[in-house]
């Protein structure tokens, strides 16, 4: 069973459109992270929420919190080919040994 | 760059066999973090390790073994293995546990068992 449940599993868009994705769980998290993985990288961490309704703007990605600290949004304005990757939300759920769990992922891809 | 160095890039080996994974984490950081990240799993927790001691547990299988030196560089061994254990491994670190702190990734080991 998925802590973490992100949807798309998959996104292909063009260039210039907008995407939300989104991570959701039954599970309360302290905190909750997002990472962009790129082919041959590790993830690299885009930003942390730690608290419910938290939003936090990354440039041209915007972040939200859910109120009740189960869910996550990532929404992408104006996408652009370097914005391809795959999206990884991850929460530390302290009933879980406060350890960081990850979810499935979205691949995006922005076409030119 | 996230300073995190893990060797090798890449490892072709046969069923049954052991192989080595080295991971050096970043200056200044205690803990390490080996993950697993295959296509049909995702990316899943196998152990953590802080300041030379095992910290916490994951989906870490008996054939699987890890430990953190002195230095703090870590290793992974694996052992028997299958191949069902292709995948890429990555190893992460952070100045202290999860929560907060975040994790910075090496460019992981990609394992293929023939």
């Known amino acids: 069973t998925q802590l973490l449940e992100q949807s798309p599993q998959f996104l292909s868009i063009q260039e210039g459109e907008n995407l939300t994705v989104y991570c959701n769980s039954s599970?309360?998290?302290?905190?909750l992270q997002w990472y962009r993985q790129e082919p041959g990288e590790g993830p690299v961490l885009l930003v942390t929420v730690v608290t419910g309704g938290e939003v936090k703007k990354l440039k041209r990605l915007t972040f939200q919190f859910g109120d009740a600290r189960k869910d996550s949004s990532l929404h992408i304005t104006a996408a652009q080919p370097g914005d391809t990757g795959l999206y990884l939300c991850a929460g530390v759920n302290d009933g879980g040994g406060s350890r960081l769990t990850f979810g499935e992922g979205t691949q995006l891809t922005v076409n030119p | 760059d996230s300073g995190v160095t893990q060797t090798p890039k890449h490892l072709i080996t046969a069923t049954g066999q052991r192989v080595t994974l080295r991971c050096s984490p970043r200056s200044g950081d205690l803990s390490v973090y080996w993950y697993q990240q295959s296509l049909d799993q995702g990316l899943q927790f196998l152990i953590q390790y802080y300041n030379g001691e095992e910290r916490a547990k994951g989906n870490i299988l008996e054939r699987f073994s890890a430990q953190q030196f002195p230095d703090l560089h870590s290793e992974l061994n694996l052992s028997s293995l299958e191949l069902g254990d292709s995948a890429l491994y990555f190893c992460?670190?952070?100045?202290?546990?999860?929560?907060?702190?975040?994790?910075?990734f090496g460019n992981g080991t990609r394992l293929t068992v023939t």
């Open positions: 599970s309360v998290f302290s905190s």
């Open positions: 992460a670190s952070s100045v202290g546990g999860w929560g907060r702190s975040p994790l910075h």
